[in-house]
């Protein structure tokens, strides 16, 4: 019998089958709790080594979902999990172990939780540090009668509160003494390391013995002061003996915004978190429960491996994992060639498969390196995505010139506008989803200010398995009403560098760019990196009807194909299928949304007669709509015809999580559906 039939006939022996939901965990004994903590972590290595997903945090915090479970009778006690790329034991534990296996694929199971999932699925995140925050609105809801009474936790990693949300509602639940227990998991570890004074903080009380042990020895200590002071402190009861403590001990920071403080507890003890759990919630005010866990626990290569091996391990690609254990790296593939010139081929040769296009985000980076070594004034910062959004490669470079602010893109937002006012050249790289989180900031402190601030947004569009708290759907709308913001988007890889080079170079304001997750286009890289006019748009393809093109009676319909971003990679798909049947589009990349290429956008409706605008951003205040309020506002006053306008884009809905081809399948957004869609909008017009 091989080891994976082994793994499969102990899985059918796990107790964890027995636990169809959280009722089936409160008879249980804490040793038996614990064997079923450590089920769900084999089922997590087996299932999520092989499909994907979020890996190592979720590794960490089986225990913890199981201690939880044991003791608060969910749906009516509240289990809020911030951000949710942990909570996959609280999905395995809710009724949802047998579809594991289905997360993160479309139609499957959410990749965070989802209200729309279960009813244990109290809330629904994908951007950390909220769990407070949305615990502090339900006990107090409950407290006033609304709705059906119960305990509240709010799960928080210690990442997490690298996010100024989360100290927002810390101060909220002190001031208003809410009975809620606020579970700390400490693993030192976000996506990448934490950073920052916080950081440090819960470095010193995790490893530090002296902090460690320091609140059962005070206690002891306490109680043994002369003349008679140790025994009123006894008789005072644990609470003053508590409040003492925190004045020398772990936790002083919560105790001093009227937060009680547990801990440091060892997050693989079931025993242990139950107890201080129990504790939590007799106490009947806002307690932390500060517990360490280890990101990637028992699975060796992420807990054995530092942080650079938790880092590398937060999410597992499909197939990365096998028996348990860290899959070998296939060899590179070869393809045999016949030396062509030799007439009796008896060379054989090998040479590998042609090289794949790089990622986008790569070529980012190196191009910002490039930047930065050519300008010390250039300044990458990131918001806890070093690696992410490839700027751990600017740390290495040139560690100098780079930033994490951690979880919080407010303040890197902030800090970049400082940075603009003295001179220096910021490039804030940032998701385009998280990026939404400093709006304020966007509007207030750069925009109207008019500072030099590049904004590089990462996962524009669809990003796939992550889903609708992660796709970059809205970066568009938000930035283009703003005064005074450049906004642009590459068509390919070499574009990306040419726009950041204009971004930096312009000295007028901000400037956006947006480019998507995964693969770029195989376009040849410039020898150096040039400035685009600020505004001008670029033509591909032109058609009858463009600028340039001399006017002629063709026996076909004149069609215009504007794509902005990843648009025009749909617009040329979309011109092929259009030639095959006899029409012959023009197609132009717009490059900008604001400001828009006016000249360029007339012309191609007053020679055309239909004009479609492609972006991979939602329609409402979108590119496309920019298109028609321009055409709007130029035609006002004028009398001759001009194109009708259809606009393609992502529907007013969030897009459900998937393989990006499905999901763009999903939503219309390709070349055949373009195609289609234009066919059907032109009928009898189109030559057969």
């Given amino acids: 019998m091989s080891d994976q039939d082994d793994r499969h006939s102990e899985r059918a022996e796990r107790l964890l089958n027995t636990i169809e939901g959280p009722d089936d965990l409160s008879e249980l004994s804490d040793e038996q709790l614990q064997g079923v903590a450590q089920e769900v972590?084999?089922?997590?290595i087996d299932t999520i080594g092989e499909i994907g997903g979020h890996f190592g945090a979720n590794l960490g915090t089986c225990e913890l979902a199981v201690a939880l479970h044991s003791l608060l009778d969910s749906p009516r006690d509240k289990i809020l999990w911030d951000v949710g790329h942990q909570a996959y034991p609280h999905k395995v534990l809710?009724?949802?172990?047998?579809?594991?296996?289905?997360?993160?694929?479309?139609?499957?199971?959410?990749?965070?939780?989802?209200?729309?999932?279960?009813?244990?699925?109290?809330m629904g995140a994908g951007h950390a540090s909220t769990s407070i925050g949305y615990a502090v609105g339900l006990k107090e809801a409950m407290r006033k009668g609304i709705g059906e009474d119960g305990r509240v936790a709010a799960v928080i990693g210690d990442g997490a509160?690298?996010?100024?949300?989360?100290?927002?509602?810390?101060?909220?639940a002190g001031g208003l003494q809410t009975p809620i227990v606020i579970v700390l998991n400490d693993n030192g570890m976000s996506i990448s390391p934490n950073v920052g004074a916080l950081s440090r903080y819960f470095n010193r009380v995790r490893l530090n013995p002296r902090w460690y042990d320091a609140r059962a020895k005070t206690e002891e200590r306490l109680t043994h002061l002369p003349l008679g002071l140790g025994r009123r402190i006894e008789r005072l009861g644990p609470e003053v003996k508590a409040?003492?403590?925190?004045?020398?001990?772990?936790?002083?920071?919560?105790?001093?915004?009227?937060?009680?403080?547990?801990?440091?507890?060892?997050?693989?003890?079931?025993?242990?978190?139950?107890?201080?759990?129990?504790?939590?919630?007799?106490?009947?005010?806002?307690?932390v429960v500060h517990i360490h866990t280890v990101k990637g626990k028992g699975f060796e290569p992420a807990e054995e491996g530092g942080l650079e091996g938790m880092e590398k391990w937060h999410a597992a690609k499909p197939g990365s994992i096998v028996n348990g254990r860290a899959a070998e790296?296939?060899?590179?593939?070869?393809?045999?060639?016949?030396?062509?010139d030799s007439p009796e081929e008896i060379e054989k040769l090998e040479k590998p498969p042609p090289k794949a296009p790089p990622q986008y985000t790569a070529v980012f980076a190196e191009a910002l390196v490039a930047e930065a070594r050519r300008d010390e004034r250039v300044i990458g910062i990131t918001a806890a995505m070093a690696g992410g959004t490839g700027l751990d490669k600017l740390q290495k470079a040139l560690p100098g010139q780079y930033y994490d602010v951690g979880i919080a893109e407010q303040d890197a937002v902030l800090f970049a506008s400082g940075l603009a006012i003295q001179g220096a050249k910021p490039v804030c790289a940032i998701y385009s989803t998280f990026l939404q989180r400093a709006f304020d900031q966007l509007v207030h402190d750069v925009c109207l200010q008019k500072l030099n601030v590049v904004f590089a947004m990462d996962r524009a569009g669809l990003v796939g398995d992550d889903g609708p708290t992660h796709h970059g759907a809205f970066d568009v709308s938000y930035f283009r009403p703003l005064p005074n913001v450049v906004v642009m988007a590459p068509r390919d890889e070499a574009q990306l560098v040419h726009m950041l080079r204009t971004a930096l170079a312009h000295d007028d304001g901000p400037v956006a760019f947006r480019y998507p997750r995964g693969s770029a286009e195989g376009a040849p890289m410039p020898d150096a990196p040039m400035e685009i006019p600020i505004g001008k748009g670029e033509l591909l393809l032109p058609g009858p009807g463009a600028p340039g093109r001399e006017a002629e009676e063709a026996p076909f319909a004149k069609v215009a194909l504007l794509g902005y971003g990843y648009g025009v990679q749909i617009a040329l798909r979309a011109a092929e299928?259009?030639?095959?049947?006899?029409?012959?589009?023009?197609?132009?990349?717009?490059?900008?949304?604001?400001?828009?290429?006016?000249?360029?956008?007339?012309?191609?409706?007053?020679?055309?007669?239909?004009l479609v605008t492609i972006e991979e951003n939602v329609l409402p205040g979108g590119f496309g709509s920019g298109v028609l309020e321009h055409l709007e506002d130029a035609w006002a006053d004028r009398s001759d015809e001009r194109a009708r306008v259809m606009r393609v884009g992502l529907p007013d809905r969030y897009v459900t999580h998937g393989k990006p081809a499905l999901i763009r399948e999903e939503v219309g957004f390709s070349g055949e559906a373009v195609a289609e869609r234009v066919l059907a909008s032109l009928g009898d017009r189109v030559l057969s």
Wanted: charged share 30%; proline share 6%.
């Fill in 243 to 287: 409040a003492i403590k925190a004045y020398w001990a772990p936790g002083l920071f919560f105790e001093e915004l009227d937060l009680a403080y547990v801990g440091v507890i060892d997050g693989h003890d079931v025993g242990a978190v139950r107890h201080a759990l129990e504790d939590a919630f007799a106490a009947e005010r806002p307690v």
């Fill in 577 to 610: 299928i259009l030639r095959e049947r006899g029409l012959e589009p023009t197609v132009a990349d717009a490059r900008f949304a604001k400001p828009l290429d006016g000249e360029l956008v007339e012309e191609l409706a007053a020679n055309h007669e239909l």
């Fill in 94 to 122: 809710t009724g949802r172990r047998d579809k594991l296996g289905s997360i993160r694929q479309y139609e499957g199971l959410a990749p965070f939780c989802s209200v729309f999932e279960s009813e244990h699925d109290i």
């Fill in 329 to 340: 790296k296939p060899r590179p593939k070869t393809v045999p060639v016949s030396e062509s």
């Fill in 161 to 172: 509160l690298t996010g100024g949300v989360a100290y927002e509602a810390l101060h909220q």
């Fill in 41 to 44: 972590r084999e089922l997590i």
